[in-house]
């Protein structure tokens, strides 16, 4: 080999590992930015506190009007675009809030109910189960936390939306039914999300994470294995213990993988009793926690 093919070759590998180290440094840089504004459990706990004293957050309520209209505020301080989405289901008028940083199509769809439920039907005294729910678990902390990632995720992530959804709890109640914000919402998507995670009744003292019956098996594997790796694996626990009817469902129906992440076995679901009191920072901690990080794991993937 000649001299002048030597040193071709020689700035070709110097190149090369110069683009190499390149690319390295960028993932440590994003990785290093990334991990600079962490979700903050406290935070999403005063956010539970302040969606419980508006009162129950009944569709058609002064409560209700509340809510959207706080959420709306707190999503656009941190920089998100929202839209009010109004249709009409059962002659109950639906609104659901749909909150993005970008007009790229979603990779990931967070899901969260903000309304809550008329009767109280669970309740141990019979006199109480036709008064409303608080709904501080059932409802505020799954919106805590779609807020506090809201607040913490990296704007350079991969396409997200967040999707606050109406009507979602006054099933086996005359003139209502389950799920109807999400089934309008999953009807009329201008753009499909390559996945969807629901976030529903994560605050509890004792939380409880299996996997949910229905939900995608590799998506819900996915965000298990990463709790598992930050140390949660006795909370996310994976073995399957439920089939339940709940917000994911017309994503599934409608083609695309989805995921449940509910303690359905919280004791104070649908009753009176479930007020703050009985939801923790700790157990907000520990759900944002894991969204964030397996959020910006499928950003640091992608590039």
Do not use: C
């Amino acid at each position: 080999m000649n001299k002048r093919a030597i040193a071709i070759y020689l700035t070709a590998i110097g190149i090369l590992l110069v683009l190499i180290s390149g690319w390295y440094m960028r993932a440590f840089i994003q990785e290093q930015q990334t991990a600079s504004i962490k979700f903050d459990g406290e935070w999403a706990l005063e956010d539970v506190k302040t969606q419980v004293a508006f009162g129950p957050r009944i569709p058609g309520s002064d409560a209700h009007a509340k809510i959207l209209g706080w959420m709306r505020s707190e999503l656009e301080s941190a920089g998100w675009q929202v839209q009010i989405q109004q249709s009409e289901a059962l002659g109950h008028p639906i609104q659901n809030l749909l909150a993005y940083r970008t007009l790229e199509p979603p990779q990931i769809l967070l899901g969260a109910h903000y309304d809550s439920r008329l009767w109280a039907d669970r309740d141990p005294d019979p006199a109480k189960q036709h008064e409303p729910v608080p709904g501080a678990d059932d409802g505020a902390s799954g919106v805590a936390v779609l807020l506090g990632l809201a607040h913490t995720l990296p704007k350079n992530s991969v396409p997200v939306w967040l999707v606050f959804f109406d009507v979602e709890d006054n099933g086996n109640i005359p003139g209502w039914d389950w799920l109807l914000g999400s089934k309008a919402f999953a009807a009329n998507m201008t753009a499909k999300p390559k996945e969807m995670i629901l976030v529903d009744m994560v605050g509890g003292e004792n939380l409880s994470l299996p996997i949910e019956g229905n939900s995608t098996p590799a998506l819900s594997n996915s965000i298990w294995q990463t709790a598992a790796g930050m140390g949660y694996k006795d909370i996310f626990t994976t073995q399957t213990k439920y089939d339940i009817e709940d917000d994911h469902i017309p994503f599934l129906q409608a083609g695309i993988p989805a995921a449940d992440i509910i303690d359905i076995d919280y004791p104070y679901w649908h009753t009176t009793a479930d007020t703050p009191d009985h939801v923790t920072a700790r157990s907000l901690q520990i759900v944002g926690d894991v969204l964030w990080t397996w959020i910006t794991r499928q950003n640091l993937q992608s590039k």
